[in-house]
C-alpha cells in the first residue's frame, strides 16, 4: 500500500492505495483538488522516500513553491535535493511523450528514481483534444497506458461541476480510484467535503467526509463521525453506579446513574442544566474520576464565574487536570472536526466522565445529522464505558411535550431527567422530574427545587430564606403535570376568591371542570 500522506485521507483510505493505482481527484474550482495533489506529492518525497513529479499544464513553478510556502513546506529544497521535480509543459508534448516509451519524459523520471506523479490537470487535455477535433477517450487510453509502463503512483487533478458533466463516465471506468470534492458555502462559511467513490483492489470508508484547507499543514480530511465503528457484541457494561452530586436526586434515580450510561439532561434556558452537569463532574471527580465538559454555549471564563458563585472551583479543577473543558464556536462547528477533536482528547487524557451543553446547538447547526452524529458519539463513550450527559434546552417555557421534534432521545439515552418552569399563580418555581432510568426502579414523581449554593436542591433539603422558603400561594402538589403542554392556570383574584368563599366580579367566570 502506498500512504497519501494527507492527514485522515489515509485512514479513510484503511492505510492508501495499492500501489501503482491510478488516482483521479476532481471537484470544482477553489475545492483543494491542487493542494491534494502538491500534499501527495510532497509527503512522499519527506515521509515515504518516495521522489516525485509534478506535471503542470497551467501553474508555474514559481506559483507551486508560493503555494506550498504557505503550508510551510520546502518545496524548493526537494527540489534542489532532486526529489521533486516541476514540469512545465502542454497537453499535445505530454501525449506524445506516453505514446514514446522511451521519450526524454520517462527518462527523466527513471533518472530521478520516480515514485509517485501528479498531472495537473485533465481538463486542459480534454480541452485540447476538443479544440483540435481530437478523439480524448483515445488521449485517455494513451495517458493510462503510459502511467502504468511508469510504475508509479500517479494523481490526476480534473475539473468537475455537478451543473455539467466534466468528467464523462468514461474517464471514471479507466481509472482505478476516484476522489470527489466539493465546496459549498453555508450561513456564510465555506465547507468542503471529500468522498471516495470506488478505488479498485482495496476497502475504503464511504460516504463525505469533512475536508479543510488548514495553514501550516494543507489537507486534513475528518473522517464522519458516524462511520466509527460499532462493537454492539462485546460493549462493556458495569454494576456501579455514579452520583449525580445530589442525594435526594440520586434517590429519585435509584441510587444514581450506572457508569458507561447516556444521560439525557432537557429544560428552557435558566432551569439549572449547566449548574446540574457541574455538580455531577464535580461528585465524579471527588470518586476518581477525569473529567470533560464540552461546551457551546458559554466561554469556558464565564462558565467559570458563574460556578464560582455556587461554590465550584472550576478553575482549580482545570489546573490540577481533574477537568478539561473544549470551547468551540457554534458559528464555526463543523461535526467530524469537532468530533475529532473530542475523541482525541478523550482518548489522550483517559478522560470518562463527559458532559455536552448543549446538543441543541448541533441539532442547529446541522439537523440533517444531528441524530446519527450523537448515536456515534453515544457509541464511542459507550464501548469506553465512559458516562455521559447530554443536556437539551427544550423550547417550551411551561411543560414538555416532547423532547425533540427532530431529535428522539428514547433509543439514544439511558436516563432522561426533565427541567422545567411550573407557573402557580404569579410565581415561577423549577421541577424536576425523571421518566427513565434503564435497569432502574426510578420515582415516577415530580419535586421542586431550587439552585443554591452546592447545585441543585431539592426543595425539602433546602434552608434559609427566600427562594428557598416554600412558596406560599399554592401548595406545589396542586400543579397537575410537569409533562403537561398546557398547565391550567388561573387568575390569582379566582384562587383568591376560592380560597375564602367570596363572591367572585361580574367580569370573571369561574372555569369548569372539564375547562380547567
Known amino acids: 500500500m502506498v500512504k497519501t500522506g494527507i492527514a485522515g485521507l489515509d485512514e479513510v483510505l484503511l492505510g492508501g492505495v495499492p500501489r501503482?493505482?491510478?488516482?483521479?481527484?476532481?471537484?470544482?474550482?477553489?475545492?483543494?483538488?491542487?493542494?491534494?495533489g502538491l500534499g501527495f506529492i510532497y509527503a512522499g518525497a519527506t515521509e515515504f522516500d518516495e521522489p516525485g513529479a509534478i506535471v503542470s499544464f497551467e501553474l508555474d513553478a514559481a506559483k507551486l513553491l508560493r503555494d506550498a510556502s504557505g503550508f510551510n513546506w520546502d518545496l524548493q529544497g526537494q527540489i534542489d535535493a532532486g526529489r521533486i521535480?516541476?514540469?512545465?509543459?502542454?497537453?499535445?508534448?505530454?501525449?506524445?511523450?506516453?505514446?514514446?516509451?522511451?521519450?526524454?519524459?520517462?527518462?527523466?523520471?527513471?533518472?530521478?528514481?520516480?515514485?509517485?506523479?501528479?498531472?495537473?490537470?485533465?481538463?486542459?487535455?480534454?480541452?485540447?483534444?476538443?479544440?483540435?477535433?481530437l478523439p480524448f477517450r483515445e488521449d485517455v487510453h494513451v495517458l493510462i497506458?503510459?502511467?502504468?509502463?511508469?510504475?508509479?503512483?500517479?494523481?490526476?487533478?480534473?475539473?468537475?461541476?455537478?451543473?455539467?458533466?466534466?468528467?464523462?463516465?468514461?474517464?471514471?471506468?479507466?481509472?482505478?480510484?476516484?476522489v470527489s470534492l466539493t465546496r459549498g458555502e453555508n450561513k456564510r462559511r465555506v465547507q468542503r467535503r471529500l468522498t471516495v467513490l470506488k478505488s479498485r483492489g482495496q476497502d475504503f470508508i464511504g460516504g463525505s467526509h469533512t475536508m479543510r484547507i488548514e495553514a501550516g499543514r494543507g489537507i486534513h480530511v475528518y473522517r464522519r463521525a458516524q462511520s466509527r465503528p460499532v462493537y454492539s457484541n462485546d460493549q462493556p457494561t458495569s454494576d456501579v453506579r455514579l452520583s449525580i452530586g445530589s442525594a435526594a436526586i440520586d434517590t429519585m434515580m435509584d441510587g444514581g446513574i450506572y457508569q458507561g450510561s447516556v444521560t439525557m439532561v432537557s429544560g428552557i434556558s435558566g432551569t439549572g442544566k449547566t449548574v446540574l452537569?457541574?455538580?455531577?463532574?464535580?461528585?465524579?471527580?471527588?470518586?476518581?474520576?477525569?473529567?470533560?465538559?464540552?461546551?457551546?454555549?458559554?466561554?469556558?471564563?464565564?462558565?467559570?464565574?458563574?460556578?464560582?458563585?455556587?461554590?465550584?472551583?472550576?478553575?482549580?479543577?482545570?489546573?490540577?487536570?481533574?477537568?478539561?473543558?473544549?470551547y468551540e464556536s457554534p458559528l464555526e462547528l463543523e461535526l467530524d472536526?469537532?468530533?475529532?477533536?473530542?475523541?482525541?482528547?478523550?482518548?489522550?487524557?483517559?478522560?470518562?466522565?463527559v458532559v455536552f451543553d448543549s446538543c441543541a446547538v448541533y441539532e442547529m447547526t446541522s439537523p440533517d445529522e444531528v441524530a446519527d452524529y450523537l448515536y456515534a458519539m453515544a457509541t464511542f463513550f459507550k464501548n469506553r464505558l465512559a458516562t455521559v450527559f447530554f443536556n437539551y434546552e427544550s423550547p417550551e417555557l411551561l411543560g414538555l411535550s416532547q423532547i425533540s421534534q427532530e431529535l428522539k432521545g428514547s433509543h439514544l439515552v439511558d436516563n432522561i431527567i426533565l427541567l422545567?418552569?411550573?407557573?402557580?399563580?404569579?410565581?415561577?418555581?423549577?421541577?424536576?422530574?425523571?421518566?427513565?432510568?434503564?435497569?432502574?426502579h426510578n420515582l415516577q414523581i415530580?419535586?421542586?427545587?431550587?439552585?443554591?449554593?452546592?447545585?441543585?436542591?431539592?426543595?425539602?433539603?433546602?434552608?434559609?430564606?427566600?427562594?428557598?422558603?416554600?412558596?406560599?400561594?399554592?401548595?406545589?402538589?396542586?400543579?397537575?403535570?410537569?409533562?403537561?403542554?398546557?398547565?391550567?392556570?388561573?387568575?390569582?383574584?379566582?384562587?383568591?376568591a376560592v380560597a375564602h368563599g367570596t363572591k367572585m366580579p361580574d367580569s370573571i367566570q369561574l372555569p369548569s371542570q372539564t375547562e380547567s
Do not use: W
Open 20 to 36: 501503482h493505482n491510478n488516482l483521479v481527484v476532481e471537484g470544482p474550482p477553489g475545492s483543494g483538488k491542487t493542494t491534494l
Open 85 to 133: 521535480k516541476v514540469i512545465q509543459t502542454s497537453p499535445a508534448v505530454l501525449l506524445s511523450e506516453f505514446r514514446n516509451p522511451d521519450g526524454a519524459f520517462a527518462a527523466s523520471l527513471r533518472a530521478m528514481g520516480a515514485k509517485r506523479l501528479l498531472i495537473d490537470g485533465l481538463t486542459p487535455m480534454r480541452l485540447y483534444a476538443e479544440v483540435h477535433d
Open 145 to 178: 497506458e503510459g502511467l502504468n509502463r511508469l510504475g508509479v503512483t500517479t494523481m490526476v487533478t480534473a475539473e468537475r461541476d455537478d451543473s455539467i458533466d466534466s468528467v464523462p463516465a468514461h474517464e471514471r471506468f479507466v481509472f482505478d480510484t476516484i
Open 277 to 326: 452537569s457541574v455538580q455531577f463532574l464535580s461528585s465524579a471527580i471527588t470518586a476518581g474520576h477525569k473529567t470533560l465538559l464540552v461546551s457551546l454555549d458559554e466561554h469556558p471564563r464565564q462558565l467559570m464565574r458563574n460556578a464560582g458563585s455556587l461554590g465550584f472551583d472550576l478553575a482549580g479543577m482545570v489546573e490540577r487536570g481533574e477537568l478539561f473543558i473544549h
Open 337 to 353: 472536526v469537532h468530533f475529532d477533536r473530542i475523541i482525541k482528547l478523550v482518548e489522550e487524557q483517559g478522560i470518562d466522565c
Open 420 to 440: 422545567n418552569y411550573v407557573e402557580i399563580s404569579t410565581i415561577l418555581r423549577r421541577a424536576i422530574a425523571i421518566p427513565k432510568v434503564r435497569g432502574s
Open 446 to 496: 415530580t419535586r421542586e427545587y431550587v439552585i443554591a449554593v452546592g447545585g441543585l436542591q431539592l426543595l425539602d433539603e433546602a434552608s434559609g430564606d427566600g427562594e428557598s422558603a416554600v412558596v406560599p400561594q399554592l401548595p406545589f402538589s396542586s400543579y397537575y403535570g410537569l409533562l403537561s403542554r398546557s398547565p391550567s392556570r388561573q387568575s390569582p383574584l379566582i384562587e383568591d
